[in-house]
């Protein structure tokens, strides 16, 4: 039973990072027989692990036909970041309010340095990384545990989204201007400006994000 879960965890990695990186690319469909001599497993954690895809959004599981990885569309992200812009922004307003000290926001503050350092070297995957654990730990000072489960649901369709955007993007310059606005109201107990200053931050990732779906889309038709 332990080696069976285990396998399962193994395989739902995976399958994650083959959908992430495009190796199982967006509209693709697989038989998952040939998942399991894919990843050199049987079928029962394979089949586990595809159960927990779909329920995440990330492939449809179709009788007698295996199984689709699902494409992100710009509906899906106008959506998706609406959402995220929402519970994001009630998260910074919220962390504005707790009174934080600078060293309880030290893991914010590194991952905009962090940002900012991938940016002047052009390194966009580590600027993607860095990013990422800005958003993780903004919501999780927000010390709101509906919000912090709802947006880690969520969190996948943006990194496929982002994976499949990111060397297409300029260089995000005023992201890192935006984020470094954010964290100075929360420095500041500052929540109504905390609140504004990352709803507008998110509003325009989402129109920038639609509009290279978009240009995506119609490349690919």
């Known amino acids: 039973m332990t080696k069976t879960q285990s396998n399962g965890q193994r395989a739902l990695q995976a399958l994650r990072e083959m959908i992430f990186s495009g190796h199982l690319a ?9 998942l399991a001599e894919l990843l050199e497993m049987s079928r029962t954690p394979v089949r586990e692990a595809v159960l927990t895809l779909e329920a995440q959004g990330l492939l449809e ?7 689709r990885i699902l494409p992100v569309s710009p509906e899906d992200m106008r959506e998706i970041y609406d959402v995220l ?7 910074a307003e919220q962390a504005a309010q707790q009174g934080y000290r600078a060293a309880q926001l ?3 503050a590194r991952a905009i340095e962090d940002m900012e350092v991938a940016v002047a070297a052009e390194d966009l995957e580590r600027w993607a990384e860095s990013d990422d654990r800005f958003h993780t730990e903004l919501v999780r000072l927000g010390r709101n545990s509906r919000i912090e ?3 880690m649901m969520m969190r996948d369709q943006v990194r496929r989204a982002r994976a499949t955007t990111l060397f297409m993007r300029p260089m995000p310059l005023k992201s890192n201007e ?3 606005r954010v964290y100075q109201a929360i420095e500041q107990g500052d929540a109504i400006i905390a609140r504004a200053a990352h709803r ?7 129109e920038m994000l ?12």
Not at 61 to 67: A, I, S, W
Not at 85 to 91: G, N, Q
Request: aromatic residues 0%; glycine residues 4%; charged residues 30%.
């Open 26 to 34: 967006a509209g693709s469909n697989h038989l998952e027989s040939e």
């Open 149 to 151: 489960s709802i947006v």
């Open 85 to 91: 812009t929402e519970l994001e922004s009630l998260a």
């Open 200 to 206: 507008a931050h998110r509003q325009q990732a989402r």
């Open 178 to 180: 935006a984020h470094r």
């Open 106 to 108: 030290a893991k914010l």
């Open 61 to 67: 599981l179709r009788p007698r036909k295996g199984v």
């Open 210 to 221: 639609v509009e290279l779906l978009e240009r995506h889309r119609l490349r690919a038709l």
